[in-house]
Nanobody, 123 residues
Framework: QVQLVESGGGLVQAGGSLRLSCAASGRTVSNYAMGWFRQAPGKEREFVAGINCCGGSASYADSMKDRFTISRNNAKNTVYLQMVSLKAEDTAVYYC????????????????WGQGTQVTVSS
């Protein structure tokens, strides 16, 4: 069973940057697709970015692809989300998920989830 723990969230001013980490344990996730999602109060969980296992091809939500970068370090069993030029509307709890297969934008297709990390962007 894969356990995921997100970290790196916090309070940042608009225009600032944060780097989120998702550390996996229990088994290697080197052959898993990994996704970052976020959920704001009263809203559904939405896809942010994903990275495939082999070759590491990445996908992004259109509104974030110019500001967010997903990466993975399989040796550390960790996935990262670098966020720059943050906006107030980026405020949400950010979750990472893992699944076999390729990245999808549907949260229901991810089998394993972390507890989330809060990102708050002040305007």
């Amino acid at each position: 069973q894969v356990q995921l723990v997100e970290s790196g969230g916090g309070l940042v001013q608009a225009g600032g940057s944060l780097r989120l980490s998702c550390a996996a344990s229990g088994r290697t996730v080197s052959n898993y697709a990994m996704g970052w999602f976020r959920q704001a109060p009263g809203k559904e969980r939405e896809f942010v970015a994903g990275i495939n296992c082999c070759g590491g091809s990445a996908s992004y939500a259109d509104s974030m692809k110019d500001r967010f970068t997903i990466s993975r370090n399989n040796a550390k069993n960790t996935v990262y989300l670098q966020m720059v030029s943050l906006k107030a509307e980026d405020t949400a709890v950010y979750y990472c998920g893992a699944r076999f297969g390729v990245v999808t934008v549907r949260s229901s297709e991810y089998r394993n989830w972390g507890q989330g990390t809060q990102v708050t962007v002040s305007s």
